[in-house]
């Protein structure tokens, strides 16, 4: 099978398309033949920073495919289904940038017949990022969908990113009220696409002032992709029992957080890494994505304010290169070209 593969880290330059044996399912494994793959700012990172096993590493996280084969204890009749796949390289060689893939059964997920492969790839990480951060904090379910975010005011920082388009996607779906941030016109339509409520331009506005025109009360969650930044502005918003969702790394920076002002409402402030959060909470996160995908009520491309970026499989190197480079919209391979 052709591969994407590295083995040493450094820059985009380091992937080399590669010849590579299709892998075997082992017990409870499966066989995915895939058709796209995502492409995550973690694939990058992993790529500079986490060193690769002895033989390479495969990189890329989610995927969409078909069940080509499966390991000793997995029914048959998975086969020929199509999937969608979630963090393939997570300590293990073989990622989606590649014709196969291998993963355990629970990482393959129904994708149903409607649902595009551009849109199964685009799921995995941001989504079920997006998921965690919705469902925090005690004013909040742990579940979404239609009605369970009734009454709730949501607030994505970057609702025009990936996984604030995945929040404003999620959030909508589950009937929550949606305000999202953005920085220039070109992203507040984007996020108006996706279904924003309100969208507020922060570099034009206050952001405090017209969040709290919208909620008085304060919001029930922040989908925050600049903690160090926004943090003073989160505090300002965060209604009683609000949880602020932090999940991106702002480069190392630190944040400083007013905590008596914080004590008051019992808010919480959690860092979120989808890898590393509570397997019930994943569970629940692939349970939930996987419904709405069902429901057809998540989408990507321009309509949906996300619009794709798709490179051929020898071309990865650029589409690491895109992500790092922060591409509005989604990064996807074309495995097949």
């Known amino acids: 099978m052709r591969a994407i593969t590295y083995t040493r880290n ?22 995915v033949r895939l058709a796209v793959a995502g492409v995550n700012p973690t694939d990058w990172k992993s790529r500079t920073n986490t060193s690769p096993g002895p033989g390479g590493q495969v990189p890329g996280q989610d995927g969409a495919g078909t ?25 293990r060689p073989w990622g989606t940038a590649a014709e196969y893939t291998v993963v355990p059964l629970r990482q393959a997920v129904l994708l149903g017949a409607d649902a595009s492969s551009e849109l199964g790839a685009a799921l995995g990480i941001p989504f079920l990022t997006a998921h965690r951060c919705l469902t925090l904090g005690e004013s909040v379910p742990d579940r979404l ?4 975010l009734t009454g709730r005011t949501v607030l994505v920082q970057g609702g025009a990113g990936a996984v604030g ?24 339509q984007l996020a108006a696409a996706a279904g924003a409520s309100h969208v507020v331009d922060y ?63 019992n808010a919480r402030w959690q860092f979120v890494l989808v890898y590393t959060e509570p397997e ?19 989408r990507v491309g321009e309509d949906a304010g996300l619009p794709l970026h798709v490179y051929p499989l020898a071309d990865t190197a650029e589409a690491h290169r895109a992500v790092e480079g922060g591409a509005v919209g989604k990064v996807l391979v074309d495995v097949t070209a």
């Open 165 to 188: 388009n995945a929040a404003v996607q999620l959030a909508r779906w589950a009937d929550a009220t949606v305000v999202a941030t953005v920085s220039s016109p070109r992203k507040a």
């Open 280 to 298: 019930r909470a994943k569970a629940l996160g692939v349970e939930d994505v996987t419904a709405a995908v069902l429901d057809g009520a998540v």
């Open 67 to 91: 069940v080509e084969a499966v390991g000793r204890g997995v029914d048959p009749a998975v086969t020929g289904q199509r999937v969608w796949v979630w963090e393939a390289a997570w300590q």
């Open 203 to 265: 570099r034009q506005q206050d952001v405090v002032a017209e969040v709290r025109k919208v909620a008085p009360r304060g919001v029930d969650v922040v989908v925050e992709v600049s903690a160090a930044r926004n943090a003073a502005v989160d505090a300002q918003v965060l209604g009683v029992h609000g949880a602020v969702g932090m999940y991106a790394d702002d480069g190392g920076a630190e944040v400083t957080i007013p905590v008596r002002a914080q004590m008051g409402p």
């Open 10 to 31: 450094g820059g985009p330059e380091v992937l080399e398309l590669t010849d590579r044996p299709v892998p075997e399912p082992g017990p409870g494994e499966v066989l």
């Open 145 to 148: 969908g239609p009605g369970a």
